[in-house]
Every structure is written in structure tokens, then in C-alpha cells.
């Protein structure tokens, strides 16, 4: 695939760029050339197939598998063996210690893979931020998470996380599910999901 190795937060940018590059064209009235016009074309196309597959596949139904994913983490933080079971592809991070995947499964947009830089091995992860292709409800997450603590304030941010604990493979980890809106309403939209060891 043309996009495999990119993120969708960078096809967005790369969209954006193009759209920018465009409008400077015209104001200089200059003729955008024929092959950017067909890679813009392109991006946008994979950009839509993206997103009407979130709408399928991240679901209530879904959410089950897209945990079983998350806690992966938990239980084998070796970053190849992560790279092979989460990512069909991958980009640089913001910071050396990061690595962007673009996700093998489609309930998720983005995975961040956080690596332990103080560790003389580079290669184990120590935390990982999942994004889902929407906003998924509180309340998927309480049936499958009937042990979810109550809502915590989110430091320097608005909204709220709510936080459970769990052991696989003997190691023990925590997700934290971070909502914009405050309070504890089955409604309440989840917007990432937060991934550490401990």
C-alpha cells in the first residue's frame, strides 16, 4: 500500500500542505503541477478510506479486541515484538524516545510507543498512547472494565481519566481512558487511551 508507513495525523498535515501550496499557486497564478494535483487526490482518497473504516470497526463489538491490543504492551514491552504485532507501519516521533505507528488494527488512528531512554536497551517501551478512530463511549468501557475507578482530574488539561490496573504475564501495567468532558456520564466520549508500564 502507497500509505502504509504513514500515520493518519500525518496524511492530515500532508493534506493540509498541499492545500496550502495550492492557494499560494493561485495567488501567484501559477499552475499547480499535474503530479502534486494527483498525490493530493490520493491522500484525500486514503483519508476517507480511513475514516469510513473507523466508523466500522471501532465499535462497541470491536472494543474488546482493540483492549486485548493496549494490554500487549503490559505483558511484552519489547519493542520488535510490538512493531510486528501493532503496526503496519511507522513514523518518527516527536522526540527520539517516540515512534508513531500506523495501526494493524483499525479500531485505533494512531499508537505512540514511548521508549525507556534511561535504559541501556532502547528497545523496551515503557508507555503507549492509542487514539481511536472516534471518541468511544464511557460506557463500552464499563462492561468490559467493571473494575474502572472513579473519574480523576487530569493534570494540565481539561476533562477527566478514569484508571484500572491489570496483570499480564506477571507484569503489571495501567490504562487510563481520558475523556474532554468532566464527570462520569455513561455518555462520556473517550478520546485516547494511555498505555504504562509499572
Given amino acids: 500500500m502507497q500509505f502504509q508507513n504513514c500515520t493518519t495525523a500525518s ?60 494490554m500487549l504492551l503490559i505483558g511484552e514491552p519489547d519493542l520488535a515484538q510490538l512493531l510486528g504485532q501493532l503496526a503496519q507501519g511507522q513514523e518518527p516521533g516527536e522526540s527520539s524516545d517516540q515512534l508513531r505507528l500506523n495501526p494493524i488494527n483499525p479500531f ?13 536497551q532502547a528497545d523496551t517501551v515503557r508507555s503507549a498512547t492509542f487514539l481511536p478512530g472516534r471518541a468511544i463511549p464511557l460506557a463500552w468501557l464499563r462492561s468490559l472494565l467493571p473494575d474502572l ?31 474532554l468532558s468532566a464527570g462520569d456520564s455513561p455518555e462520556a466520549p473517550v478520546s485516547k487511551i494511555v498505555v504504562s508500564c509499572l
Avoid at 152 to 169: C, D, Q, S, W
Fill in 11 to 70: 496524511l492530515l498535515r500532508r493534506k493540509q500542505e498541499f492545500e496550502y501550496a495550492a492557494q499560494l499557486s493561485a495567488i501567484e497564478r501559477i499552475a499547480v503541477p499535474e503530479d502534486a494535483a494527483e498525490e493530493y487526490y490520493s491522500v484525500e482518497r486514503e483519508i476517507t478510506r480511513r475514516e469510513e473504516l473507523y466508523q466500522t470497526k471501532c465499535t462497541k463489538s470491536h472494543l474488546g479486541l482493540a483492549l486485548r491490543d493496549c
Fill in 149 to 179: 475507578g472513579a473519574p480523576l482530574a487530569t493534570k494540565g488539561g481539561p476533562g477527566v481519566h478514569f484508571e484500572v490496573v491489570r496483570v499480564v504475564n506477571g507484569r503489571s501495567g495501567r490504562l487510563e481512558f481520558y475523556c
Fill in 108 to 120: 485505533f488512528k494512531e499508537i505512540v510507543l514511548r521508549r525507556d531512554s534511561a535504559e541501556a
